[in-house]
């Protein structure tokens, strides 16, 4: 198991500036999914469709989902609407 914080941004900062995840591995797809779960866990499970649009990024790079992260912390970043 990898620890990975997870900085929160946008629509995300309603459940604090960041927390812990444990992944089996650190592809962000694990880490999407796991996110997911702790969503659920904290009673946010509303979160969930705005996760599936959502970007993850390490530092300034943004990251699909088969990339995996070299660092132990990501930010997630929601959709935005405007220009």
């Known amino acids: 198991m990898t620890q990975i914080h997870v900085h929160c941004l946008g ?3 309603e ?3 960041g927390f812990d995840v444990d992944t089996p591995s650190n ?3 694990a880490i999407r999914r ?3 779960e702790h969503l659920m866990h904290m009673g946010r499970s ?3 469709d705005v996760l599936k649009r959502s970007v ?3 530092g300034d790079e943004l990251l ?3 990339m995996v992260v070299e660092g132990s ?3 997630v970043l929601p959709p935005v609407a405007g220009g």
């Open 46 to 48: 509303d979160l969930n």
């Open 64 to 66: 699909k989902d088969h």
């Open 56 to 58: 993850f990024a390490e």
């Open 73 to 75: 912390a990501v930010s």
């Open 34 to 36: 796991a996110v997911a």
């Open 27 to 29: 592809s962000v797809d």
């Open 15 to 17: 459940i604090g500036d």
């Open 11 to 13: 629509v995300f900062r």
